[in-house]
């Protein structure tokens, strides 16, 4: 297959000037990210443009463009757009509507820069903390490996470059703007990575319409008879419970993702938190709303999944709809903005956590503030190139995102969200809490695991196709965890208080307390 010479160079000027522009944004900021504070929270004091668009493009990437928006809209048809719609609601509106306010409250007055702090601080438990760091380092990699194989996918069709090439290009875009300037860097580049992915999602929708296949086939309506005529309207008892799973885990699933929680902290006063409700519920309502449309019209342009899979699914409907050339690098722009935004946002949270509480405390404790900046960098470079392997394996997107998702928020949702707002939470109930959602949420990830070890066998039947059945039902487990967390958390703490268990002690410390040093 041919590429003509002007999507070359249209593809490795975006490249280029894009790199240049994260470069630029990162030596700007560098010389403002020489304590932890400032490389991890960014002072706690950015606006709240900076921070809702901040969240906005660590939420949507190359993952629900090119995997969730696909898969979700070759399955579901138009319903998929109910996906988009609870992740503006729920993901965006909701989530800083109960956790904003509080979180900036607590986090500014405990100066506390990392989830597992919060809960060390909450519990009074430094093997809480450990155990958070771990899961959040480890479990954050295969989200992070996911975005890489969002982006390799549409390079491969769109301009014919080798995946792998692809992804190492996002690998050290990512890496630049996190190493070099850190928190500050990747808000300041997220806030124009925003208007970017804003602009372009609204371009693709206008275009992706006007393209001869929608239009022959009637748009909408020719996608509802298209579904009524092959059992997609109604759903089916199954693919119902599946949508209200994906539903659930996209949008309440990011209320217990550290990276998403992380955007709360730097923000300057109840003011900035106030707009950034507002401008992050926009912003989710016009590109989630508007990549779950584009894919819910996969099956006009398709008959049959594309060769790669789902994966490939949008990729290849932006070739068939014949985009301009200029809107192609437009549109190449948006999926890296967007991907090296969700990239910097995991990877900070994953290796600021693991410097500042897993190797300072137990291994370096005479490590200074700059010292733990400094190793923080060096973490992140390692985190980069873990994910650029992880992404290598035969594992779809949706699965990767999934799993990582379900265990990191089955663990610490319903911990973090009770902490905020239940004083009879306990650390018995917590553990208890933590500790099963991490399980339920675990299941599929494993049996992916042993499936890759078997060589992915595709078998239906047997012990086999158990594994597969439950590799494939990653936001089941992952609401199934959330919701039983929430449940023991409650039940474990009212049974260690009857039981005036050491573990149920209450400590005040968290709501009313201070500490005055960054």
Request: net charge positive.
């Amino acid at each position: 297959m041919g590429f003509p010479l002007q999507k070359y160079i249209i593809i490795w000027t975006t490249i280029v000037v894009y790199g240049i522009f994260m470069l630029v944004i990162g030596i700007v900021n560098s010389k403002s990210t020489k304590s932890v504070a400032s490389f991890t929270v960014g002072s706690r004091n950015a606006g709240a443009w900076l921070s809702a668009l901040s969240y906005g493009t660590a939420y949507f990437s190359a993952v629900m463009f090119i995997g969730y928006a696909g898969t979700s809209g070759w399955k579901y048809g138009l319903w998929a757009i109910l996906i988009g719609l609870g992740n503006a609601v729920f993901g965006s509106w909701l989530a800083w509507k109960v956790l904003a306010l509080r979180t900036r409250e607590v986090s500014h007055r405990l100066k506390i820069k990392s989830m597992p702090q919060l809960f060390s601080l909450r519990f009074a438990s430094e093997k809480m903390k450990v155990f958070a760091t771990v899961v959040i380092f480890i479990f954050l990699m295969p989200y992070s490996a996911s975005v890489y194989k969002g982006l390799g996918s549409v390079c491969a069709v769109l301009l014919g470059i080798d995946v792998k090439v692809c992804m190492l290009v996002i690998m050290f875009a990512a890496a630049i703007v996190l190493v070099v300037g850190g928190y500050l860097a990747t808000l300041k580049a997220d806030f124009f990575q925003g208007f970017i992915m804003m602009i372009g999602v609204a371009l693709l929708i206008v275009f992706v319409m006007k393209s001869p296949t929608v239009v022959e086939g009637g748009s909408i309506a020719g996608m509802w008879d298209f579904m009524k005529a092959n059992k997609l309207a109604p759903l089916s008892s199954s693919d119902t419970i599946a949508l209200i799973a994906t539903i659930l885990m996209t949008s309440f699933g990011t209320w217990g993702l550290p990276q998403m929680i992380h955007k709360y902290y730097g923000i300057r006063d109840v003011k900035e938190v106030k707009r950034g409700t507002i401008i992050s519920t926009v912003f989710a309502l016009l590109v989630s709303v508007g990549g779950y449309f584009i894919g819910s019209l996969s099956h006009l342009f398709f008959t049959e999944l594309p060769e790669g899979g789902a994966d490939y699914l949008i990729p290849n409907m932006l070739n068939a709809s014949a985009l301009p050339n200029i809107l192609l690098g437009v549109v190449l722009v948006l999926l890296i903005s967007s991907s090296v935004s969700t990239l910097s946002s995991i990877t900070l949270t994953a290796c600021s956590s693991a410097s500042m509480d897993l190797i300072k405390p137990k291994f370096l404790p005479r490590l200074n503030n700059r010292g733990i900046a400094v190793l923080t960098r060096v973490l992140c470079l390692l985190f980069v190139v873990l994910s650029y392997v992880i992404a290598n394996t035969d594992t779809p997107i949706l699965d990767m995102m999934s799993y990582s998702w379900g265990i990191i928020s089955g663990s610490f949702l319903a911990p973090y969200v009770l902490s905020l707002y239940c004083k009879s939470l306990n650390r018995a109930g917590a553990w208890i809490g933590m500790l099963g959602g991490f399980f339920i949420a675990l299941i599929p990830a494993v049996s992916k695991i042993l499936l890759i070890i078997l060589g992915n066998p595709t078998d239906t039947t047997g012990a086999i196709g158990q594994l597969n059945s439950f590799a494939g039902q990653g936001p089941v487990y992952a609401v199934a965890a959330m919701i039983a967390s929430f449940a023991l958390c409650l039940i474990g703490s009212k049974v260690a208080a009857s039981l005036k268990l050491k573990a149920a002690e209450q400590d005040d410390f968290f709501y009313t307390g201070t500490i005055a040093e960054e």
